[in-house]
């Protein structure tokens, strides 16, 4: 499949995009971090940044894996299945290798710094112990499963995908249904917040249909091909299911049916509630993303340098980030006020620091 303008701006807003998920959350919003200046869901000022990071959670890292779904056939057509799977280690597992040597390490020692403990004996004790720490690199290692069970699928017999329609609203319903139900039914097992091997299997329920779906519209370019209606019914359905979730939170206390659970799963509505929302809310926001990027023709230079580097400002953005919230975390200011700083300086670090790194010819030709 042949790389268009519009999917690679797309992967570098999605980028930036996670970096902000992140600097969320060391605000105030709920997610897994290395460092947290406000608890979570702690004061006023921390229900704008979890509305976000939830409305981010939905679709954000699911698609991701629709476009590294889209280009997967294409690369395993074209190194076979052998040489597909070791580029696949050395684009995927060699980052996810670094992290987990040195740069997850050094984000764990400077997020526990904030507390007064040296970097150096939290160092010490994470490589002592030998703690798996791979921190946002879980997408390279889901990525490298999927695309190790890709290669399974073909080598069994299974043919290449052939060009067939976009999916109709129907199908798409069908998709979200399945998709939800998948998700309430892992999260009975493995609520969210709870990790595998570093993974939160709650969410993979999208992940998989999102990657197949990327891997079976390939030969049709499903990517840049969003049919009119279906941007429209869509959008429209996530407008009307996006309060559904705050709302159900903030009635739950008053109302009968959904007191005794909440959203990370288990047998009850909010639960139930959250599986469903997600989809909904996903795939009109996907489609309205994909419709949008794909108007793209051209990428001006400062686009074509962030996509260039997009995956490795993905990979170095944890200790940047948490190294420039711990450098005024001193300082009073109100905490979307920071959100909005940190934010933009981490973007801004990241994109230098990222260009300076591709000067390396290993790197470059890992990242």
Same mark, same amino acid.
């Given at each position: 499949?042949?790389?268009?303008?519009?999917?690679?701006?797309?992967?570098?807003?999605?980028?930036?995009?996670?970096?902000?998920?992140?600097?969320?959350?060391?605000?105030?919003?709920?997610?897994?971090?290395?460092?947290?200046?406000?608890?979570?869901?702690?004061?006023?000022?921390?229900?704008?940044?979890?509305?976000?990071?939830?409305?981010?959670?939905?679709?954000?890292?699911?698609?991701?894996?629709?476009?590294?779904?889209?280009?997967?056939?294409?690369?395993?057509?074209?190194?076979?299945?052998?040489?597909?799977?070791?580029?696949?280690?050395?684009?995927?597992?060699?980052?996810?290798?670094?992290?987990?040597?040195?740069?997850?390490?050094?984000?764990?020692?400077?997020?526990?710094?904030?507390?007064?403990?040296?970097?150096?004996?939290?160092?010490?004790?994470?490589?002592?112990?030998?703690?798996?720490?791979?921190?946002?690199?879980?997408?390279?290692?889901?990525?490298?499963?999927?695309?190790?069970?890709?290669?399974?699928?073909?080598?069994?017999?299974?043919?290449?995908?052939?060009?067939?329609?976009?999916?109709?609203?129907?199908?798409?319903?069908?998709?979200?249904?399945?998709?939800?139900?998948?998700?309430?039914?892992?999260?009975?097992?493995?609520?969210?917040?709870?990790?595998?091997?570093?993974?939160?299997?709650?969410?993979?329920?999208?992940?998989?249909?999102?990657?197949?779906?990327?891997?079976?519209?390939?030969?049709?370019?499903?990517?840049?091909?969003?049919?009119?209606?279906?941007? =429209?019914?869509?959008? @429209? !359905?996530?407008?009307?299911?996006? /309060?559904? &979730?705050? $709302?159900?939170?903030?009635?739950?206390? %008053? *109302?009968?049916?959904?007191?005794?659970?909440?959203?990370?799963?288990?047998?009850?509505?909010?639960?139930?509630?959250?599986?469903?929302?997600?989809?909904?809310?996903?795939?009109?926001?996907?489609?309205?993303?994909?419709?949008?990027?794909?108007?793209?023709?051209?990428?001006?230079?400062?686009?074509?340098?962030?996509? =260039?580097?997009?995956? @490795? !400002?993905?990979?170095?953005?944890? /200790?940047? &980030?948490? $190294?420039?919230?711990?450098?005024?975390? %001193? *300082?009073?200011?109100?905490?979307?006020?920071?959100?909005?700083?940190?934010?933009?300086?981490?973007?801004?670090?990241?994109?230098?620091?990222?260009?300076?790194?591709?000067?390396?010819?290993?790197?470059?030709?890992?990242?």
């Amino acid at each position: 499949m042949q790389r268009q303008a519009g999917v690679d701006a797309l992967r570098a807003a999605l980028t930036l995009l996670v970096l902000f998920h992140h600097t969320a959350i060391t605000y105030g919003a709920i997610g897994g971090w290395f460092y947290h200046e406000v608890p979570a869901g702690e004061g006023a000022q921390s229900k704008p940044l979890i509305l976000f990071c939830t409305v981010n959670q939905a679709f954000f890292m699911g698609l991701f894996f629709l476009i590294a779904g889209s280009f997967t056939p294409g690369a395993f057509t074209r190194h076979g299945a052998w040489p597909y799977v070791r580029e696949r280690l050395r684009r995927l597992g060699l980052p996810l290798l670094a992290f987990v040597l040195v740069l997850g390490p050094l984000t764990a020692a400077l997020g526990q710094s904030a507390d007064g403990t040296p970097i150096s004996v939290t160092l010490g004790a994470i490589w002592r112990h030998h703690v798996f720490i791979n921190g946002p690199l879980w997408f390279a290692q889901a990525l490298l499963i999927f695309s190790v069970a890709y290669a399974v699928w073909r080598l069994a017999g299974r043919p290449a995908p052939v060009p067939r329609p976009f999916p109709t609203n129907l199908t798409l319903a069908l998709a979200m249904l399945v998709t939800g139900a998948g998700a309430f039914v892992l999260r009975l097992r493995w609520p969210v917040g709870e990790s595998v091997y570093g993974l939160q299997i709650a969410y993979f329920a999208s992940y998989i249909v999102l990657f197949a779906a990327g891997c079976a519209g390939a030969a049709s370019g499903w990517l840049h091909t969003v049919p009119a209606l279906q941007r =429209r019914v869509w959008g @429209a !359905i996530a407008a009307v299911a996006l /309060p559904v &979730l705050p $709302a159900a939170v903030i009635l739950a206390p %008053h *109302v009968a049916a959904l007191r005794g659970g909440d959203t990370s799963g288990g047998w009850n509505p909010q639960a139930a509630i959250y599986a469903f929302w997600e989809p909904l809310v996903a795939w009109g926001i996907i489609l309205g993303l994909l419709s949008r990027f794909a108007r793209v023709r051209t990428l001006g230079p400062v686009w074509t340098r962030l996509s =260039r580097r997009a995956f @490795a !400002i993905y990979i170095i953005h944890p /200790p940047i &980030l948490v $190294a420039i919230a711990l450098a005024w975390r %001193h *300082v009073q200011a109100p905490h979307l006020l920071k959100f909005a700083v940190t934010g933009t300086a981490t973007c801004i670090a990241c994109y230098l620091v990222a260009g300076l790194l591709l000067r390396v010819p290993a790197i470059r030709n890992t990242v």
